[in-house]
């Protein structure tokens, strides 16, 4: 075998390890997509979302302002108002769930808090975290539980001032979502009653006075951007809207027993993406390949039948 054809062997050989690499990475993230529990692409017809979730999403409203004046409680049972946490002292991360979600809820905290591991900066200290729930029939002892959960998953108890879950009732939830441009809507459970919400996920960072610095959406937050948000929120700096790639909690499916849910497609897409690019590279390698082989064929020097060259 001539060196030439070994090279290229060799080449064939490298780019198609490459686009199994590239295939199986795909795989093993549209598995990680689907494994969380029950989780499962909600139905959907073509490129529509499902009827319930046409009115559900996240508009960006940066420099917004906070309705300051809403009444909670917090999860000692204190009552509060929004004013409390941003009365020009720090910035605030501010995440609206419900703390009886039985799927997207928890990996937003889990996300912000497997970000703030690796932030440099404390909670009560240098930034607060500000929970509060869409639900109204949640209560400061589901809040304490929730807090408590997730300060012993952060390790640093001495940051416990800084982290603050709340419940409140329907206007001053109503006044906070509208305020962030958080849609949802309420959607049956397992018994058919409306005790769940289909609801799409991001995060925001709120600037000391309580305007809408950024947003972050999804359920995994890079802890780099987190740090920064909460620098330039520090200093009142409005951030830039950001993709809408949204992460959907969607709702109870009693025929299977499962809950739905919408995982960012454009994910999904992306990966598809990826592979048709790269299989439409190796393609055009290999004809590159190919064609250079018969070059090099053509003009190497023939031989005769004694195994002389012409």
């Known amino acids: 075998?001539?060196?030439?054809?070994?090279?290229?062997?060799?080449?064939?050989?490298?780019?198609?390890?490459?686009?199994?690499?590239?295939?199986?990475?795909?795989?093993?993230?549209?598995?990680?997509?689907?494994?969380?529990?029950?989780?499962?692409?909600?139905?959907?017809?073509?490129?529509?979302?499902?009827?319930?979730?046409?009115?559900?999403?996240?508009?960006?409203?940066?420099?917004?302002?906070?309705?300051?004046?809403?009444?909670?409680?917090?999860?000692?049972?204190?009552?509060?108002?929004?004013?409390?946490?941003?009365?020009?002292?720090?910035?605030?991360?501010?995440?609206?769930?419900?703390?009886?979600?039985?799927?997207?809820?928890?990996?937003?905290?889990?996300?912000?808090?497997?970000?703030?591991?690796?932030?440099?900066?404390?909670?009560?200290?240098?930034?607060?975290?500000?929970?509060?729930?869409?639900?109204?029939?949640?209560?400061?002892?589901?809040?304490a539980q929730k807090k408590a959960f997730y300060l012993k998953r952060y390790g640093r108890p001495e940051s416990a001032a800084g982290?603050?879950?709340?419940?409140?009732?329907?206007?001053?939830?109503?006044?906070?979502?509208?305020?962030?441009?958080?849609?949802?809507?309420?959607?049956?459970g397992p018994d058919g009653k409306l005790t769940q919400f289909a609801h799409a996920s991001s995060i925001q960072l709120v600037t000391p006075l309580g305007r809408m610095a950024q947003y972050y959406m999804g359920v995994e937050y890079s802890p780099k951007d987190m740090m920064l948000g909460l620098i330039e929120a520090s200093g009142n700096k409005i951030g830039s809207p950001v993709a809408n790639i949204l992460t959907y909690c969607y709702h109870y499916d009693p025929t299977t027993n499962k809950h739905s849910i919408i995982v960012a497609r454009v994910v999904q897409l992306g990966g598809m993406m990826t592979v048709v690019s790269l299989g439409s590279f190796i393609f055009v390698m290999f004809r590159r390949d190919i064609r250079l082989g018969r070059n090099h064929d053509l003009l190497k020097p023939a031989d005769d039948d004694t195994g002389r060259k012409l």
């Not at 780019?15 to 689907?34: D, F, K, P």
């Not at 937003?108 to 869409?134: A, N, Y």
């Not at 982290?163 to 049956?188: K, N």
Request: proline share 6%.
């Open 1 to 143: 075998m001539s060196t030439q054809e070994t090279t290229r062997r060799k080449h064939w050989l490298r780019y198609g390890v490459a686009a199994a690499a590239c295939i199986l990475a795909v795989g093993m993230a549209s598995a990680q997509v689907s494994s969380y529990g029950d989780k499962e692409e909600g139905v959907n017809r073509g490129d529509e979302l499902p009827q319930v979730l046409k009115t559900v999403g996240i508009q960006q409203h940066l420099n917004g302002q906070l309705p300051l004046s809403a009444a909670f409680v917090d999860e000692g049972g204190k009552p509060v108002t929004l004013g409390t946490y941003f009365n020009g002292t720090r910035p605030a991360i501010l995440s609206l769930v419900y703390f009886d979600c039985p799927m997207l809820c928890s990996e937003e905290l889990d996300g912000i808090t497997s970000s703030l591991e690796m932030v440099k900066l404390q909670p009560g200290k240098d930034f607060d975290i500000v929970v509060v729930s869409i639900d109204p029939n949640d209560t400061p002892a589901k809040a």
């Open 163 to 188: 982290w603050h879950y709340l419940t409140g009732q329907r206007p001053a939830i109503d006044a906070v979502t509208e305020a962030v441009g958080f849609g949802y809507i309420r959607v049956p």
